[in-house]
């Protein structure tokens, strides 16, 4: 395998499926299968979902709601999703710990970096939840974060489009991928991979990201075994 530990960043809109709010229990299931490829390969795998699928703090901030707050729910909706995935992982057979950037203890490990090491050393699957803790910070940035802290060789940006594109791919019929791009090229580009904090966390720590389309099955595993999948951000 191209890659021995992986951080994995799924959105929660993933987590719907056909549906328009909430978890959809056959998307997980079709998830931890493809989780269960790589784990069987070896490959350490971390976590980080996000919680779009039931509550988005920005969301709420625009219809009034103060943001901090909003954002707090945001955080407790991706500790929702990552006890359904923590559920999903384990009716398929793989060991997980999740762990939590904000203390609810009954229900989560805390978040410690040497705790999150050593049980991916051990094969466990890691999931982290509550975004980095705080207010403000997407769970792009969480993701990037804990990658760079746990020291994953890439983070892996499954999304339902296949990569980046020259323009929106929904919105304009005459749009390309890139298979390669630098920071640099992102920038200059001025391309949507992450928000702008998610993104300069990732350069300046030289760490990789891949989109690529998580609902094809088999991705995951050849994006694993370094096949050309989707778009590479690289320096
Ligand atoms: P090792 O030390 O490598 O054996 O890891 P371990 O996670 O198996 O050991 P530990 O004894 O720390 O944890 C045993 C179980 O309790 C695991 O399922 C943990 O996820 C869980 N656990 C540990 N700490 C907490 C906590 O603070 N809250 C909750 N809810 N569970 C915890």
Redesign the pocket.
């Known amino acids: 395998m191209k890659y021995n530990r992986i951080l994995l960043k799924l959105s929660g809109e993933a987590l719907m499926g056909e549906r328009q709010y909430g978890i959809d229990p056959q998307r997980l299931a079709e998830y931890a299968q493809e989780i269960k490829q790589i784990h069987d390969k070896g490959v350490q795998i971390a976590i980080v979902i996000g919680g779009g699928n039931i509550f988005r703090g920005l969301a709420g901030a625009s219809n009034g709601m103060d943001r901090v707050q909003g954002d707090y729910m945001g955080m407790l909706a991706t500790v929702i999703n990552g006890m359904a995935l923590q559920g999903a992982l384990e009716d398929a057979g793989m060991q997980t710990?999740?762990q939590t950037a904000l203390?609810?203890?009954?229900?989560?490990?805390?978040y410690i970096k040497r705790?999150a090491v050593?049980?991916l050393e051990?094969g466990?699957i890691v999931i982290f939840g509550a975004g980095t803790g705080n207010p403000y910070f997407t769970t792009d940035t969480a993701a990037v974060l804990r990658g760079v802290e746990v020291e994953a060789d890439v983070i892996l940006k499954g999304t339902r489009v296949d990569g980046i594109y020259t323009a929106d791919p929904e919105k304009d019929l005459t749009a390309t991928k890139y298979d390669t791009l630098t920071f640099e090229d992102v920038l200059k580009k001025g391309l949507n991979v992450m928000d702008t904090t998610a993104f300069t966390l990732s350069q300046e720590n030289a760490l990789p990201i891949i989109v690529f389309d998580m609902n094809k099955p088999g991705n995951l595993v050849k994006v694993c075994e370094g096949e050309l999948v989707g778009t590479t951000v690289n320096v």
């Open positions: 710990r999740l203390e609810i203890k009954a229900i989560a490990e805390p705790k050593r049980h051990k466990r």
